[in-house]
């Protein structure tokens, strides 16, 4: 085992930072995970259920129009034709699968967006096990389409209406749920955030996106590389996945892009705005006051709107080796209209925010060839949206 | 001697366990928690008070709600402190409990020293586990504070005996897999863990999370060395209600009958 695997620990960030109750708990998810990595009947199992459940590989997709409309060349990895809708489905089956091979007939997660949510159900409703969700009330009622997938799906969506009712409180019930429930129940994180070992094996999970990215590019391209690759960072995952597959290949510049909220109001942007914390288990950038007190957040994408960030995404902003930049309200929402006409693929509002900066970036270096993570689709937010007011279809 | 040491001595001596209430610091407003802590103080062995965070992970309704309303309050760490620092020369001594990015937010070196100059004994941290708890036990030794470790239901036998090997002050043994609050009863399980955590336990075991009523505190006394009570207290704080009574009740249970184990 290398050292990550070990003390959980990219740098200095990361760790497990949980109550005693749940150690046992962790220690035995870091063993089993540890123990399917090398199991290639579980690896087996996951590759299939990736092909025929998820419908992987996704395709890279040149946007011709949008790339003769922005001044370079734009691939698109489409996550969001992954089944749910978005890249969250390949950490949701990986998980389910780890939580029925050590027993665990319970799993609880937390949703921001819905997407992680509905993906979670999905692999809970194919592979038999109890589902519970805890989502917070704003984004019930803003990813409200969403709510009622999972509801199909089979899963108990259990509203949090404690303080700024967002991600952040799904995560605290999730983990309290956890704590109340440590022997049958599974905590299937849908980020690269919390404790040891989640980080690491979200990513691992993830990573799928990043190695089919670079094989599909290369295949085009005689074995080259875009010039950059851009992701959406809430906590973290769609990113971390696609990183995962170019960290290693210095000419690629890895670009992450974080919610600034309506320019107003409180941001979502941890790595630009905050410092180093501990929330949810793990030390990393947070948006905190000067009492430690977590800070409220804002952003029109639920799945973004969140005070922390992954571990490693901390250590590679600190480290240099990506960048992190922060793009608005308005912009993810232009930028969600313009792909829709120009390429008639409606994108979530959380990867609207990576195409924003990849206009911004084109617009400051024409001619790049970028890879954007279309990490999902957009049809969950046009209730809310329209509702208030925030897009006109016409 | 520490006066977490002479504080459990006493209550020995006096053929009792220890009563340690919890109080959130600010709640239900800076002047009610002043005076409801010199009254916990009438009655306590050791004082424990919570510095409110806005997100606790081991805290259920109750405490959650206090640590809320305390925050409205413009309840912060210093204070805290200051609050503290009223007590008597006389007073039983006090823990403090909050969660590590509190601390983490000053600094470890200056909250170990901030900390002592209020003359805190111990810090309960619940989300630094043994794995993560080297850095900040060795900033608060300095001062001479020691940082309380936890034990839980779900701690298997080996961990456990590493977990009381090095452990200062007391053990705080989690009584439930669970977050904090008041319970009917606790799990068939506790009698067993408590007495398994005792014979790894150099360092008095005190019992916490869900011990609400006398009874159960009269029930457990022939087991653990202390008992926290937290949520029940504040329960009567919501309610606009004196403290006094389930605190002299609290201590009348403590009492050691027959099983001195």
């Known amino acids: 085992m290398n050292a990550v695997e070990t003390t959980g620990r990219f740098g200095a960030f990361g760790g497990r930072y949980v109550p005693e109750t749940l150690m046992a708990n962790l220690l035995e998810l870091q063993a089993a995970y540890a123990d399917a990595r090398q199991d290639t009947a579980f690896q087996a199992e996951l590759r299939q259920t990736l092909a025929e459940f998820v419908g992987r590989p996704t395709p890279l997709y040149f946007a011709a129009r949008l790339s003769e409309a922005w001044g370079g060349r734009v691939y698109l990895k489409r996550e969001d034709?992954?089944?749910?809708?978005?890249?969250?489905?390949n950490n949701s089956v990986g998980q389910a699968l780890l939580a029925r091979r050590i027993g665990k007939r319970r799993v609880v997660a937390e949703t921001g967006a819905g997407q992680h949510g509905v993906a979670t159900a999905a692999a809970c409703a194919r592979m038999g096990l109890e589902c519970v969700v805890y989502m917070g009330g704003l984004d019930c009622e803003r990813q409200r389409p969403n709510v009622e997938r999972m509801k199909l799906l089979g899963a108990t969506v259990v509203p949090c209406e404690a303080g700024t009712r967002n991600l952040k409180v799904a995560i605290n019930e999730a983990i309290r749920d956890w704590i109340a429930n440590p022997a049958g129940t599974h905590y299937l994180i849908g980020s690269v955030v919390g404790p040891h070992p989640y980080p690491l094996m979200v990513r691992e999970f993830q990573r799928v996106i990043g190695d089919e990215a670079r094989e599909q590019f290369a295949a085009r391209h005689q074995g080259l590389q875009p010039d950059a690759v851009v992701a959406c960072v809430g906590g973290g995952s769609n990113a971390m996945g696609m990183f995962a597959g170019f960290v290693d290949q210095p000419r690629v510049e890895l670009h992450g892009v974080e919610a600034g909220g309506n320019g107003q109001g409180p941001t979502s942007a941890t790595l630009n705005h905050g410092r180093p914390g501990v929330l949810h288990g793990a030390y990393s950038y947070l948006l905190q006051d000067a009492e430690g007190q977590i800070a409220p957040t804002g952003s029109v994408a639920a799945g973004l709107d969140y005070p922390g960030v992954g571990p490693e995404h901390s250590y590679l902003n600190d480290s240099n080796r990506a960048r992190y930049h922060v793009v608005q309200d308005g912009e993810a929402l232009s930028a969600m209209a313009e792909l829709s006409r120009t390429e008639g693929i409606l994108p979530a509002l959380e990867s609207s925010h990576a195409l924003a900066f990849t206009k911004k970036l084109l617009r400051e270096r024409p001619g790049l060839t970028v890879l954007v993570n279309l990490s999902g689709r957009g049809d969950k937010d046009l209730p809310g949206l329209l509702a208030?007011?925030?897009?006109?279809t016409e | 001697m520490t006066a977490l040491d002479r504080a459990f001595a006493k209550a020995r001596a006096e053929n009792r366990r220890a009563l340690l209430p919890f109080l959130m610091s600010g709640y239900p407003c800076r002047e009610r928690f002043r005076a409801d802590l010199a009254?916990?103080?009438?009655?306590?062995d050791v004082l424990e008070v919570g510095v409110p965070f806005s997100d606790p992970l081991a805290d259920g309704p109750v405490i959650q709600a206090a640590a809320a309303a305390a925050l409205r309050e413009g309840t912060t760490l210093a204070r805290t402190l200051e609050d503290i620092a009223t007590l008597p020369a006389g007073a039983p001594p006090l823990v403090l409990m909050l969660s590590f990015n509190q601390v983490l937010a000053r600094g470890l070196g200056a909250f170990a020293a901030a900390a002592a100059a209020a003359r805190v004994a111990a810090?309960?941290?619940?989300?630094?586990p043994l794995e993560e708890s080297a850095p900040l036990e060795d900033a608060l030794a300095t001062r001479g504070l020691a940082l309380v470790r936890m034990l839980a239901p779900t701690t298997p036998e080996a961990r456990m005996g590493r977990i009381c090997a090095g452990a200062r002050g007391f053990l705080y043994a989690i009584s439930v897999a669970g977050v904090?609050?008041?319970r009917d009863s606790l799990p068939p399980g506790v009698e067993d863990y408590i007495r398994l955590a005792r014979r790894h336990a150099s360092v008095p075991l005190c019992l916490g999370f869900g011990?609400?009523?006398p009874e159960q505190v009269r029930t457990l006394a022939p087991l653990a060395d202390g008992f926290v009570v937290g949520s029940a207290l504040i329960r009567l704080q919501q309610e606009g209600k004196p403290l006094s009574p389930l605190l002299g009740a609290l201590r009348d249970a403590t009492a050691i009958q027959g099983d001195r184990s």
Request: no cysteine.
């Open chain 1, 81 to 89: 034709l992954a089944h749910t809708g978005a890249h969250k489905i």
């Open chain 2, 211 to 213: 011990i609400s009523r």
């Open chain 2, 180 to 182: 904090t609050g008041t």
């Open chain 1, 388 to 392: 208030k007011g925030l897009l006109k």
């Open chain 2, 39 to 44: 009254e916990a103080a009438r009655f306590a």
């Open chain 2, 123 to 128: 810090l309960i941290v619940p989300d630094v």
